[in-house]
């Protein structure tokens, strides 16, 4: 289970991106995260994992407290704790199979992955997963000559390849089209119906819908709500979006 308690992130010139933020997520439960940009969700994520570090509050996964984590017992956290970002976040100058054994570098010693050697079960696991989404020929093409869609899978088997027991995914739809959205989206239900927990940071409520159990909504930075997707009425609605904001889907 993951715990979050009365999370708070200040950042230096005074924004306050998370105020007093607590909820649970169960094993195996997939929870949305919506709310207007700059409402506080990509910050939720990354202190979850401590990409950023939370001003107050703790988090704890598993039973272990990841906010006062030493920097290498956060290193073994972060190998179950995968994370997929809105902007694919790939060496774009690097090879497809190279991208996808990144996520493997919690695994193997510091001094081989400065070198990008990994053993050959590391590598057949990464081919493993990109035939799962599609993309084992692509395994020798550089990154960047992928289009939006294929990186985002590439970032997907990364995650993926880490063998996580939680997936955080922040806003990882947001630059595709809806076909390739719902794409991204069912690779997530999947893993998420192998029993792997998933936080996913959407805009749209019709994937909230769709592939969430339960929701979060933020705004600036307070959770305004937590329930069921369908207990989103259009009063909630409005007070989670703003009263000029027009519901679709």
């Not at 979850?48 to 996964?61: A, D, M, S």
């Not at 956290?77 to 990144?102: D, E, P, Y």
């Not at 990994?118 to 081919?127: L, R, S």
């Not at 893993?191 to 996913?200: F, L, P, R």
Request: proline content about 3%.
């Amino acid at each position: 289970m993951l715990q979050v308690r009365n999370l708070t992130k200040v950042y230096e010139d005074g924004t306050r991106a998370l105020v007093d933020v607590s909820f649970d997520v169960a094993d195996g439960e997939f929870l949305a995260v919506i709310g207007l940009s700059g409402s506080g969700k990509s910050t939720l994520l990354r202190c979850i994992n401590r990409l950023i570090e939370p001003t107050e509050g703790t988090v704890v996964w598993d039973g272990i407290d990841v906010t006062a984590a030493s920097q290498e017992d956060l290193r073994r956290i972060r190998r179950k704790i995968g994370m997929i970002f809105q902007h694919f976040n790939l060496v774009h100058r690097s090879k497809v199979i190279t991208n996808v054994l990144a996520g493997r570098l919690g695994y193997v010693n510091p001094l081989f992955s400065l070198l990008n050697r990994f053993p050959p079960e590391d590598v057949a696991k990464a081919f493993e997963q990109l035939e799962r989404v599609g993309l084992a020929d692509k395994a020798y093409n550089r990154a960047d000559e992928l289009s939006g869609g294929q990186q985002q899978r590439v970032g997907v088997a990364r995650a993926l390849v880490q063998e996580p027991e939680l997936v955080l995914a922040d806003e990882p739809v947001a630059s595709l089209d809806p076909v390739l959205a719902h794409s991204i989206m069912r690779y997530l239900e999947a893993i998420n119906d192998e029993g792997t927990s998933v936080v996913c940071s959407l805009h749209h409520l019709d994937l909230v819908h769709r592939y969430a159990d339960r929701v979060i909504a933020l705004n600036e930075g307070v959770v305004v709500f937590e329930g069921s997707p369908d207990e989103i009425d259009d009063d909630k609605f409005k007070e989670i979006y703003g009263k000029e904001a027009e519901r679709i889907g």
